[in-house]
Protein backbone atom coordinates (compact mmCIF):
# COMPACT_ATOMS: atom_id res chain seq x y z
CA UNK A 1 0.00 0.00 0.00
CA UNK A 2 1.92 3.44 -0.60
CA UNK A 3 -0.44 6.84 -0.90
CA UNK A 4 -2.78 8.00 1.84
CA UNK A 5 -2.34 4.46 3.75
CA UNK A 6 -5.25 5.31 6.29
CA UNK A 7 -7.44 6.30 3.28
CA UNK A 8 -6.65 3.20 1.06
CA UNK A 9 -7.22 0.94 4.18
CA UNK A 10 -10.72 2.15 4.56
CA UNK A 11 -11.63 1.50 1.10
CA UNK A 12 -10.02 -1.58 1.19
CA UNK A 13 -12.34 -3.04 4.49
CA UNK A 14 -15.18 -0.96 2.23
CA UNK A 15 -14.55 -3.25 -0.61
CA UNK A 16 -14.52 -6.63 1.95
CA UNK A 17 -17.58 -5.49 3.53
CA UNK A 18 -18.99 -5.27 0.46
CA UNK A 19 -18.18 -8.53 -1.08
CA UNK A 20 -18.53 -10.52 1.72
CA UNK A 21 -22.25 -9.72 1.90
CA UNK A 22 -23.14 -9.53 -1.63
CA UNK A 23 -25.15 -12.57 -2.91
CA UNK A 24 -23.87 -12.43 -6.26
CA UNK A 25 -20.18 -10.43 -7.20
CA UNK A 26 -18.83 -10.92 -10.74
CA UNK A 27 -15.46 -9.02 -11.81
CA UNK A 28 -14.93 -7.27 -15.12
CA UNK A 29 -11.24 -6.95 -16.10
CA UNK A 30 -9.16 -5.07 -18.47
CA UNK A 31 -5.42 -5.31 -19.75
CA UNK A 32 -4.28 -3.04 -16.62
CA UNK A 33 -4.78 -6.08 -14.35
CA UNK A 34 -1.85 -7.90 -16.61
CA UNK A 35 0.29 -4.83 -16.63
CA UNK A 36 2.72 -5.99 -13.49
CA UNK A 37 2.91 -9.50 -14.95
CA UNK A 38 4.80 -7.33 -17.75
CA UNK A 39 2.14 -7.42 -20.68
CA UNK A 40 1.46 -3.71 -21.75
CA UNK A 41 -1.95 -1.51 -21.39
CA UNK A 42 -3.09 -0.86 -24.49
CA UNK A 43 -3.89 2.47 -23.83
CA UNK A 44 -2.19 5.39 -21.11
CA UNK A 45 1.55 5.06 -20.52
CA UNK A 46 3.73 3.22 -23.02
CA UNK A 47 -0.05 1.93 -24.14
CA UNK A 48 0.75 -0.70 -27.20
CA UNK A 49 -1.49 1.57 -29.35
CA UNK A 50 1.15 4.21 -29.20
CA UNK A 51 3.33 1.84 -31.10
CA UNK A 52 0.55 0.43 -33.37
CA UNK A 53 -2.34 2.43 -34.66
CA UNK A 54 -5.27 -0.01 -33.63
CA UNK A 55 -6.88 1.15 -36.44
CA UNK A 56 -4.13 -0.12 -38.64
CA UNK A 57 -3.24 -3.10 -36.58
CA UNK A 58 -6.30 -4.36 -34.97
CA UNK A 59 -9.27 -4.38 -37.38
CA UNK A 60 -10.47 -7.15 -39.04
CA UNK A 61 -10.26 -6.06 -42.65
CA UNK A 62 -6.60 -5.22 -41.91
CA UNK A 63 -5.82 -8.54 -40.93
CA UNK A 64 -7.40 -9.83 -44.05
CA UNK A 65 -5.67 -7.44 -46.12
CA UNK A 66 -2.40 -8.02 -44.90
CA UNK A 67 -2.21 -10.15 -42.75
CA UNK A 68 1.39 -11.09 -42.43
CA UNK A 69 2.23 -7.56 -41.60
CA UNK A 70 -0.52 -7.83 -38.63
CA UNK A 71 1.23 -11.11 -37.65
CA UNK A 72 4.77 -9.08 -37.17
CA UNK A 73 2.83 -7.04 -34.39
CA UNK A 74 0.75 -10.09 -33.09
CA UNK A 75 4.11 -12.34 -32.68
CA UNK A 76 5.56 -9.08 -30.27
CA UNK A 77 2.41 -9.24 -28.30
CA UNK A 78 2.73 -13.06 -28.50
CA UNK A 79 6.70 -12.97 -27.36
CA UNK A 80 5.03 -11.09 -23.88
CA UNK A 81 2.07 -12.65 -23.36
CA UNK A 82 3.99 -16.41 -23.91
CA UNK A 83 6.17 -15.67 -21.01
CA UNK A 84 3.69 -14.09 -18.57
CA UNK A 85 2.94 -15.58 -15.16
CA UNK A 86 -0.04 -14.49 -13.02
CA UNK A 87 0.28 -11.70 -10.38
CA UNK A 88 -0.96 -10.81 -7.19
CA UNK A 89 -4.29 -9.41 -9.08
CA UNK A 90 -5.30 -12.59 -10.58
CA UNK A 91 -4.19 -14.50 -7.58
CA UNK A 92 -6.34 -12.01 -5.35
CA UNK A 93 -9.52 -12.35 -7.82
CA UNK A 94 -8.96 -16.59 -7.55
CA UNK A 95 -8.65 -16.56 -3.75
CA UNK A 96 -12.24 -14.53 -4.24
CA UNK A 97 -13.84 -17.42 -6.12
CA UNK A 98 -12.29 -20.03 -4.01
CA UNK A 99 -13.74 -18.32 -1.09
CA UNK A 100 -16.92 -18.63 -2.40
CA UNK A 101 -17.72 -14.71 -3.05
CA UNK A 102 -16.77 -14.56 -6.75
CA UNK A 103 -19.17 -15.95 -9.28
CA UNK A 104 -17.15 -15.45 -12.62
CA UNK A 105 -14.62 -13.09 -14.55
CA UNK A 106 -15.30 -11.23 -17.33
CA UNK A 107 -12.54 -10.50 -18.62
CA UNK A 108 -11.62 -8.57 -21.72
CA UNK A 109 -7.75 -10.10 -22.05
CA UNK A 110 -6.71 -12.59 -24.17
CA UNK A 111 -3.43 -13.92 -22.09
CA UNK A 112 -5.40 -16.78 -20.51
CA UNK A 113 -3.74 -15.49 -16.91
CA UNK A 114 -7.05 -15.67 -14.89
CA UNK A 115 -7.29 -19.65 -15.73
CA UNK A 116 -3.47 -19.74 -14.66
CA UNK A 117 -4.27 -18.16 -11.57
CA UNK A 118 -6.70 -20.94 -10.19
CA UNK A 119 -9.78 -18.99 -11.50
CA UNK A 120 -12.24 -21.59 -13.09
CA UNK A 121 -15.22 -19.18 -13.94
CA UNK A 122 -13.51 -17.17 -16.78
CA UNK A 123 -15.92 -15.59 -19.71
CA UNK A 124 -13.29 -14.30 -22.36
CA UNK A 125 -15.29 -11.72 -23.77
CA UNK A 126 -12.33 -11.04 -26.51
CA UNK A 127 -11.47 -14.61 -26.99
CA UNK A 128 -8.17 -16.31 -26.25
CA UNK A 129 -4.94 -15.52 -28.04
CA UNK A 130 -3.98 -19.24 -27.17
CA UNK A 131 -5.82 -20.39 -29.64
CA UNK A 132 -5.92 -19.91 -33.62
CA UNK A 133 -8.90 -20.13 -36.09
CA UNK A 134 -9.07 -20.02 -40.05
CA UNK A 135 -11.11 -17.46 -41.39
CA UNK A 136 -11.83 -19.87 -44.11
CA UNK A 137 -12.73 -23.44 -42.71
CA UNK A 138 -13.15 -22.29 -39.21
CA UNK A 139 -10.89 -24.86 -38.17
CA UNK A 140 -9.78 -24.33 -34.67
CA UNK A 141 -6.05 -24.68 -33.37
CA UNK A 142 -3.96 -24.69 -29.96
CA UNK A 143 -0.89 -22.28 -30.61
CA UNK A 144 0.95 -25.30 -29.44
CA UNK A 145 0.24 -27.08 -32.74
CA UNK A 146 1.71 -24.89 -35.31
CA UNK A 147 5.26 -24.51 -35.24
CA UNK A 148 6.01 -20.97 -34.84
CA UNK A 149 8.52 -20.81 -37.27
CA UNK A 150 5.96 -21.24 -40.10
CA UNK A 151 5.19 -17.52 -40.62
CA UNK A 152 2.52 -16.59 -40.85
CA UNK A 153 1.06 -19.52 -39.42
CA UNK A 154 -1.53 -21.17 -41.73
CA UNK A 155 -4.09 -23.95 -41.90
CA UNK A 156 -4.43 -27.38 -43.32
CA UNK A 157 -6.64 -25.87 -46.04
CA UNK A 158 -3.73 -23.47 -46.48
CA UNK A 159 -5.09 -20.34 -45.20
CA UNK A 160 -3.48 -18.21 -43.06
CA UNK A 161 -4.59 -18.64 -39.49
CA UNK A 162 -5.69 -15.68 -36.83
CA UNK A 163 -5.77 -15.43 -33.58
CA UNK A 164 -8.84 -16.28 -31.87
CA UNK A 165 -9.53 -13.34 -30.49
CA UNK A 166 -12.07 -10.13 -31.16
CA UNK A 167 -10.19 -7.62 -33.27
CA UNK A 168 -12.23 -4.11 -34.09
CA UNK A 169 -15.30 -4.59 -36.75
CA UNK A 170 -15.34 -8.35 -35.57
CA UNK A 171 -18.63 -9.61 -33.04
CA UNK A 172 -18.11 -10.57 -29.86
CA UNK A 173 -18.54 -14.18 -29.52
CA UNK A 174 -21.98 -15.24 -28.79
CA UNK A 175 -21.58 -17.71 -26.18
CA UNK A 176 -19.32 -15.50 -23.83
CA UNK A 177 -22.02 -12.69 -24.64
CA UNK A 178 -24.61 -14.47 -23.49
CA UNK A 179 -23.41 -15.64 -20.58
CA UNK A 180 -21.28 -12.28 -19.45
CA UNK A 181 -24.86 -10.80 -19.62
CA UNK A 182 -26.75 -13.54 -17.90
CA UNK A 183 -24.01 -12.67 -14.69
CA UNK A 184 -24.00 -9.11 -14.58
CA UNK A 185 -28.34 -9.06 -14.80
CA UNK A 186 -27.99 -11.07 -12.15
CA UNK A 187 -24.94 -9.53 -9.74
CA UNK A 188 -25.37 -7.41 -7.22
CA UNK A 189 -22.04 -6.45 -7.14
CA UNK A 190 -19.36 -5.67 -9.81
CA UNK A 191 -15.44 -5.34 -8.58
CA UNK A 192 -13.98 -3.24 -12.45
CA UNK A 193 -10.45 -3.92 -12.41
CA UNK A 194 -7.95 -2.74 -14.84
CA UNK A 195 -10.51 -1.21 -17.64
CA UNK A 196 -10.48 2.08 -18.99
CA UNK A 197 -13.95 1.38 -20.15
CA UNK A 198 -13.70 2.83 -23.31
CA UNK A 199 -14.86 -0.20 -25.87
CA UNK A 200 -17.80 -1.29 -26.27
CA UNK A 201 -20.17 -3.83 -25.56
CA UNK A 202 -17.66 -4.39 -22.15
CA UNK A 203 -17.68 -0.80 -21.50
CA UNK A 204 -21.63 -0.98 -20.83
CA UNK A 205 -21.58 -4.24 -18.52
CA UNK A 206 -21.03 -1.94 -15.60
CA UNK A 207 -23.69 0.63 -15.83
CA UNK A 208 -25.91 -2.30 -16.87
CA UNK A 209 -24.93 -3.94 -13.26
CA UNK A 210 -25.68 -0.44 -12.01
CA UNK A 211 -29.15 -0.26 -13.36
CA UNK A 212 -29.72 -3.43 -11.77
CA UNK A 213 -28.86 -1.69 -8.30
CA UNK A 214 -25.48 -3.96 -8.52
CA UNK A 215 -22.67 -1.92 -6.42
CA UNK A 216 -19.93 -0.70 -8.21
CA UNK A 217 -16.11 -1.27 -6.76
CA UNK A 218 -13.30 -0.31 -9.01
CA UNK A 219 -9.69 -1.06 -9.03
CA UNK A 220 -7.24 1.49 -11.23
CA UNK A 221 -4.58 4.00 -10.23
CA UNK A 222 -6.05 6.27 -12.61
CA UNK A 223 -10.07 7.67 -12.88
CA UNK A 224 -11.68 6.46 -15.79
CA UNK A 225 -15.54 7.21 -17.45
CA UNK A 226 -16.65 4.86 -14.66
CA UNK A 227 -14.94 6.50 -11.49
CA UNK A 228 -17.23 9.64 -11.24
CA UNK A 229 -20.26 8.49 -12.96
CA UNK A 230 -21.23 5.04 -11.22
CA UNK A 231 -18.15 3.82 -9.03
CA UNK A 232 -19.76 3.33 -5.28
CA UNK A 233 -16.08 2.37 -4.37
CA UNK A 234 -13.12 3.75 -6.50
CA UNK A 235 -9.44 2.38 -5.05
CA UNK A 236 -7.18 4.72 -7.14
CA UNK A 237 -4.24 1.80 -6.61
CA UNK A 238 -3.19 -1.45 -8.59
CA UNK A 239 -4.67 -4.86 -8.79
CA UNK A 240 -1.41 -5.84 -7.29
CA UNK A 241 -1.91 -3.83 -4.67
CA UNK A 242 -5.35 -3.88 -3.48
CA UNK A 243 -6.89 -7.32 -4.78
CA UNK A 244 -4.67 -9.22 -2.32
CA UNK A 245 -5.28 -7.00 0.12
CA UNK A 246 -8.99 -7.27 -0.59
CA UNK A 247 -9.19 -10.85 -0.61
CA UNK A 248 -7.33 -10.87 3.06
CA UNK A 249 -9.39 -8.94 4.41
CA UNK A 250 -12.53 -10.88 3.22
CA UNK A 251 -11.25 -14.19 4.28
CA UNK A 252 -10.79 -12.64 7.88
CA UNK A 253 -14.81 -11.27 7.81
CA UNK A 254 -15.88 -14.77 6.59
CA UNK A 255 -14.17 -16.21 9.67
CA UNK A 256 -15.54 -13.95 12.17
N1 LIG B 1 -3.68 -2.25 -12.02
C1 LIG B 1 -4.94 -1.85 -12.38
N2 LIG B 1 -5.20 -1.07 -13.45
C2 LIG B 1 -4.14 -0.66 -14.18
C3 LIG B 1 -2.80 -1.01 -13.87
C4 LIG B 1 -2.60 -1.85 -12.74
N3 LIG B 1 -1.36 -2.24 -12.39
N4 LIG B 1 -1.98 -0.45 -14.80
C5 LIG B 1 -2.78 0.24 -15.66
N5 LIG B 1 -4.08 0.12 -15.28
C6 LIG B 1 -5.28 0.67 -15.93
C7 LIG B 1 -5.05 1.91 -16.75
O1 LIG B 1 -5.17 3.07 -15.93
C8 LIG B 1 -6.20 1.81 -17.76
O2 LIG B 1 -7.36 2.47 -17.27
O3 LIG B 1 -5.73 -0.31 -16.83
C9 LIG B 1 -6.47 0.32 -17.87
C10 LIG B 1 -6.05 -0.28 -19.20
O4 LIG B 1 -6.87 0.29 -20.19
P1 LIG B 1 -6.71 -0.24 -21.71
O5 LIG B 1 -5.27 -0.30 -22.06
O6 LIG B 1 -7.63 0.61 -22.53
O7 LIG B 1 -7.21 -1.74 -21.65
P2 LIG B 1 -8.70 -2.27 -21.73
O8 LIG B 1 -9.62 -1.36 -21.01
O9 LIG B 1 -8.65 -3.69 -21.31
O10 LIG B 1 -8.99 -2.21 -23.31
C11 LIG B 1 -10.20 -2.76 -23.74
O11 LIG B 1 -9.53 -2.40 -26.02
O12 LIG B 1 -8.01 -2.45 -27.73
C12 LIG B 1 -9.04 -3.13 -27.15
O13 LIG B 1 -9.37 -5.43 -27.31
C13 LIG B 1 -8.60 -4.48 -26.64
O14 LIG B 1 -9.53 -5.72 -24.76
C14 LIG B 1 -8.98 -4.46 -25.17
C15 LIG B 1 -10.01 -3.35 -25.10
Not at 11 to 22: G, M, V
Not at 63 to 76: G, S, Y
Not at 154 to 161: E, R
Not at 200 to 226: D, F, H, Q, V
Request: charged content about 20%.
Amino acid sequence: MTRGDSDVQGLIERAAEKIASARKAVALTGAGISVDSGIPAFRGTQGLWDKYDPMEYATIDAFVANPVKIWTMLRELGDLIGGAKPNGGHAGLAELESLGKLSSIVTQNVDGLHQAAGSSSVIEFHGNGRRLICLSCKRRYDREQIPMDSFPPMCVCFNVLKPDVVFFGELIPMHALMAAHAEVEECDLMLVVGTSAQVEPAASLPYSAKSRGATIIEINPEPTPLTHNIADIAIHESATNALPAIAAAVRGLLRE
